[in-house]
């Protein structure tokens, strides 16, 4: 008997090296209060660890991940990667998320942990300029 797949946005398979961060706040809520206050105010967030990751599948509402370091359900997290055009038929994109950990594999792919994370919000992030040119 097959499982019922019981997503309702498509997964796409990838290998995406990303960074993210851990909220203070531990009830696994984003008030919205504090999703604008960390938009208007992103600078300050460097004095919170930042730690890399790797996606190996991304969709609409969620992101699955492999990391080192030790995460827990409900945690709110800062995710920041890089869509390549494989996935959003435009050049690539860097993006900010603010998702919830909603799971824990503590023994995922090649002994890290796996992580699943269920997207609150995406935000494109401006491009860099390069002054170079």
Same mark, same amino acid.
């Given at each position: 008997?097959?499982?019922?797949?019981?997503?309702?946005?498509?997964?796409?398979?990838?290998?995406?090296?990303?960074?993210?961060? /851990?909220?203070?706040?531990?009830?696994?809520?984003?008030?919205?209060?504090?999703?604008?206050?960390?938009?208007? /105010?992103?600078?300050?967030?460097?004095?919170?660890?930042?730690?890399?990751?790797?996606?190996?599948?991304?969709?609409?509402?969620?992101?699955?991940?492999?990391?080192?370091?030790?995460?827990?359900?409900?945690?709110?997290?800062?995710?920041?990667?890089?869509?390549?055009?494989?996935?959003?038929?435009?050049?690539?994109?860097?993006?900010?998320?603010?998702?919830?950990?909603?799971?824990?594999?503590?023994?995922?792919?090649?002994?890290?942990?796996?992580?699943?994370?269920?997207?609150?919000?995406?935000?494109?992030?401006?491009?860099?300029?390069?002054?170079?040119?």
């Amino acid at each position: 008997m097959s499982a019922i797949e019981r997503r309702s946005s498509a997964r796409k398979r990838c290998a995406l090296p990303l960074k993210f961060r /851990v909220h203070e706040n531990t009830d696994g809520r984003v008030e919205e209060s504090q999703v604008r206050q960390q938009t208007a /105010v992103a600078s300050t967030a460097g004095d919170r660890a930042e730690y890399p990751g790797q996606a190996l599948n991304v969709s609409e509402r969620g992101v699955y991940f492999t990391c080192r370091e030790k995460v827990t359900i409900g945690q709110t997290i800062d995710l920041y990667l890089t869509l390549p055009t494989e996935l959003t038929g435009r050049a690539p994109e860097n993006f900010r998320c603010i998702a919830r950990v909603v799971h824990v594999d503590e023994d995922g792919p090649a002994g890290l942990r796996g992580v699943g994370a269920c997207v609150d919000q995406f935000e494109p992030m401006a491009a860099l300029r390069n002054w170079a040119n």
